[in-house]
């Protein structure tokens, strides 16, 4: 299986939290019920704090994988 499709990208790499899921957030607010933010993040911790933030916000992780070493990427479908 492929990656989802996706409406826009989200490049959080660098970044540590919370900066990578306030872009997110941010990112998300401009889409609509069901579409998908690609975010491609290194901080390490990032899985747990998506996982953690779709919980709360009742989005939905499609997938969190790693690409390399270095690199997650996490789609996320907006509720």
């Known amino acids: 299986m492929g990656n989802p499709d996706f409406a826009v990208e ?6 540590v939290c919370p900066l990578p899921l306030l872009r997110t957030k941010k990112a998300l607010q401009a889409l609509e019920s069901g579409q998908v933010v690609k975010v491609i993040t290194t901080d390490k911790n990032a899985v747990g704090d998506f996982q ?12 969190q994988d790693s690409v390399d070493n270095e690199h997650i990427v996490h789609f996320i479908q907006k509720r």
Not at 10 to 15: E, I
Not at 54 to 61: C, D, P, R, S, Y
């Open 10 to 15: 989200v490049d959080a790499c660098g970044l």
């Open 52 to 63: 953690a933030f779709a919980k709360q916000t009742g989005h939905l992780i499609l997938s």
